[in-house]
């Protein structure tokens, strides 16, 4: 079995996919796949205790404390593996990393990268992750990374206007996509952050049509792309668990 995390700002997703099952695509297919918050992290040693594992793929950027806490787990767990931490590098997985510095990339970004990629080959694609934070990406047909935006998630832009957001999500589905001008504060300040996300997409999508000379494919991911689809005005790909697919194909393309 291989188990694949990714250890994002809010939460840490996990998943083990079927080696064995015969796909119809590059996608994988689950045999679990879970989550916890970072509050939650103890509960993992039990869940993949009783897992026959021979492999690990972990993508972290959540930081020191996380790294150290998945690590003492894992030991605990699955003494008998040494875990394995995605890194950037300048290439991986079909994907050419362009960044100036390729190391600096965030993994997670590039692990989503890597799966678009692989699930939209020969496209130029645009590559947005609206989670904790929205990084908007971009990648030509031939898998050359070539930059993007990173910008403060839906829940981060209306909590920075000092508001409750307990109930955002109920809230940003009211929203009506025809009609951004809201007659009430709080419904104004999910237009304001919703219409900001999607401008950055938006604006991402024409930018690169225009540089490569070609049509775009949009892919969204993360919490957050549900609330964000309907308001975009055009047509994207909306996949579940981008990184963990990233992970899943490094893993194929890196022999252990």
């Known amino acids: 079995m291989l188990l694949l995390i990714d250890a994002g700002n809010t939460r840490i997703k996990w998943a083990v996919p079927d080696l064995r099952a015969q ?34 793929l ?11 806490k998945l690590s003492t787990i894992l030991a605990a767990a699955v003494p008998y ?6 890194a950037s590098t300048e290439k991986l997985a079909g994907v050419l990393n362009t960044y100036r510095n390729p190391a600096q990339l965030g993994c997670d970004r590039f692990a989503s990268a890597i799966a678009a990629h692989t699930l939209f080959p020969q496209q130029t694609l645009v590559v947005a992750t609206c989670g904790t934070a929205t990084t908007v990406d971009a990648v030509t047909a031939d898998g050359v990374f070539l930059g993007g935006m990173i910008l403060p998630g ?21 929203v009506a996509p025809e009609n951004p001008f809201a007659d009430n504060t709080e419904l104004a300040i999910v237009s304001g952050c919703i219409s900001a996300q999607v401008g950055a997409i ?5 930018a690169l049509a225009q540089r490569q000379q070609q049509s775009v494919t949009c892919v969204l991911s ?20 981008l990184v963990l697919t990233g992970l899943y194909v490094v893993a194929q393309s890196v022999s252990h």
Not at 154 to 174: C, E, G
């Open 23 to 56: 796909r119809s695509g590059p996608a994988p297919l689950w045999l679990q796949l879970d989550s916890v918050s970072h509050a939650e992290i103890a509960q993992l040693a039990s869940q993949w205790q009783p897992l026959t594992l021979k492999r690990v």
């Open 58 to 68: 972990i993508s972290n950027v959540a930081g020191a404390e996380i790294h150290n």
């Open 81 to 86: 593996i040494v875990p394995e931490w995605l």
């Open 154 to 174: 839906l829940q981060l832009m209306a909590q920075a206007l000092a508001r409750n957001t307990a109930q955002l999500p109920q809230v940003a589905a009211s």
């Open 202 to 206: 938006a604006r991402a999508v024409t």
């Open 222 to 241: 993360g919490g957050a792309a549900p609330y964000l689809l309907p308001h975009l005005g055009f047509t994207c790909q909306h996949i579940d668990n």
